[in-house]
């Protein structure tokens, strides 16, 4: 009977190459000579060699798939159906410690590790034994949609998140919803990023990931907001631009502002409105300015006798 690749690595047939990657990369360090005198590690260290040299080349596994071993090594006729398939036959070259070396990289493939204290060698992405470091997920990012009311009052939001739970078995797992409470502060500007450390989803061999929630805006009726100030757009007929006027805002905080435009209003023409803005998040008791900008409406269409009149008013 031929050897069984996928046997050597713990492997099944359905394994990705994530998996076989994986497996190699735990049992090449468990048998390597360097770690392991033990009786027989050294010819375990050179199958698991041989098995993933095979199964981590796409053409290698396709025959071995097919074919097994025998058809493997002996090679199988040109019109088999397996695409680039080992016609002349594969041969191991038999260097275990160069596939070690070129999966690992580096002279010295154990400079990045390092003995823990029960022995076992320990390294970044997972010990011998499974005892090594756990790799944190990525963190999940959501979107915080507020409206301009709520930051610039500062309010408590609730959002309920349904995550990934380890019974007390330590194997199994089940979904379970949970309430993160976030109090925004006055002032938060937009991308402001609050973090929930390890709210994600648990697992045997990982460290959940963080939730990250990120601050937008909602679209207002009536303001936007650059930074700390507010930008109000006020309509205005042609009339009025040139002649004055008074601007009503409604505020973020129900109250009313009157405010007089005595200077010609020009289509780049702005107003300042000092403190009038939203909160400053480090110094709420401040405020940033209210920035009022205005949209011209221009006549469309004149009498000749008003035509008259401006030429008269404007043109002398």
């Given at each position: 009977?031929?050897?069984?690749?996928?046997?050597?690595?713990?492997?099944?047939r359905s394994a990705t190459?994530?998996?076989?990657?994986?497996?190699?990369?735990?049992?090449?360090?468990?048998?390597?000579?360097?770690?392991?005198?033990?009786?027989?590690?050294?010819?375990?260290?050179?199958?698991?060699?041989?098995?993933?040299?095979?199964?981590?080349?796409?053409?290698?596994?396709?025959?071995?798939?097919?074919?097994?071993?025998?058809?493997?090594?002996?090679?199988?006729?040109?019109?088999?159906?397996?695409?680039?398939?080992?016609?002349?036959?594969?041969?191991?070259?038999?260097?275990?410690?160069?596939?070690?070396?070129?999966?690992?990289?580096?002279?010295?493939?154990?400079?990045?590790?390092?003995?823990?204290?029960d022995g076992d060698l320990?390294?970044?992405?997972?010990g011998v034994h499974g005892?090594?470091?756990?790799?944190?997920?990525?963190?999940?990012?959501?979107?915080?949609?507020?409206?301009?009311?709520?930051?610039?009052?500062?309010?408590?939001?609730?959002?309920?998140?349904?995550?990934?739970?380890?019974?007390?078995?330590?194997?199994?797992?089940?979904?379970?919803?949970?309430?993160?409470?976030?109090?925004?502060?006055?002032?938060?500007?937009?991308?402001?990023?609050?973090?929930?450390?390890?709210?994600?989803?648990?697992?045997?061999?990982?460290?959940?990931?963080?939730?990250?929630?990120?601050?937008?805006?909602?679209?207002?009726?009536?303001?936007?907001?650059?930074?700390?100030?507010?930008?109000?757009?006020?309509?205005?007929?042609?009339?009025?631009?040139?002649?004055?006027?008074?601007?009503?805002?409604?505020?973020?905080?129900?109250?009313?502002?009157?405010?007089?435009?005595?200077?010609?209003?020009?289509?780049?023409?702005?107003?300042?409105?000092?403190?009038?803005?939203?909160?400053?998040?480090?110094?709420?008791?401040?405020?940033?300015?209210?920035?009022?900008?205005?949209?011209?409406?221009?006549?469309?269409?004149?009498?000749?006798?008003?035509?008259?009149?401006?030429?008269?008013?404007?043109?002398?």
């Amino acid at each position: 009977m031929g050897q069984d690749y996928y046997g050597v690595l713990g492997l099944t047939r359905s394994a990705t190459d994530g998996d076989i990657k994986k497996a190699y990369r735990i049992l090449a360090l468990k048998y390597h000579p360097e770690k392991n005198r033990d009786y027989g590690a050294e010819e375990m260290f050179t199958k698991v060699a041989e098995a993933y040299d095979v199964l981590s080349d796409p053409r290698k596994r396709a025959t071995y798939d097919q074919f097994g071993e025998e058809g493997l090594k002996n090679g199988v006729p040109e019109g088999s159906g397996v695409g680039g398939a080992w016609t002349t036959g594969y041969t191991f070259h038999g260097n275990a410690a160069k596939v070690f070396k070129d999966f690992f990289g580096g002279d010295n493939p154990f400079a990045d590790f390092f003995d823990g204290p029960d022995g076992d060698l320990t390294m970044g992405f997972g010990g011998v034994h499974g005892r090594g470091r756990k790799k944190k997920d990525p963190p999940i990012e959501r979107d915080l949609a507020l409206t301009l009311e709520e930051i610039f009052h500062g309010c408590t939001k609730k959002m309920k998140i349904s995550r990934r739970v380890m019974n007390e078995d330590g194997h199994t797992s089940s979904i379970r919803d949970k309430i993160l409470t976030i109090t925004v502060r006055p002032g938060w500007k937009t991308s402001t990023r609050i973090t929930f450390p390890e709210e994600g989803d648990q697992g045997p061999n990982n460290i959940p990931a963080d939730i990250v929630f990120i601050v937008k805006d909602k679209a207002h009726p009536r303001f936007r907001r650059e930074g700390n100030d507010l930008i109000f757009t006020a309509k205005i007929p042609l009339g009025k631009a040139l002649t004055g006027c008074n601007v009503v805002v409604h505020t973020l905080d129900d109250r009313i502002l009157d405010i007089p435009i005595n200077d010609i209003v020009h289509p780049k023409y702005t107003k300042i409105v000092p403190g009038e803005g939203m909160p400053i998040a480090k110094t709420p008791t401040k405020k940033g300015d209210l920035i009022i900008e205005f949209d011209i409406e221009f006549p469309t269409q004149l009498t000749p006798e008003k035509k008259q009149l401006i030429r008269q008013a404007l043109l002398h």
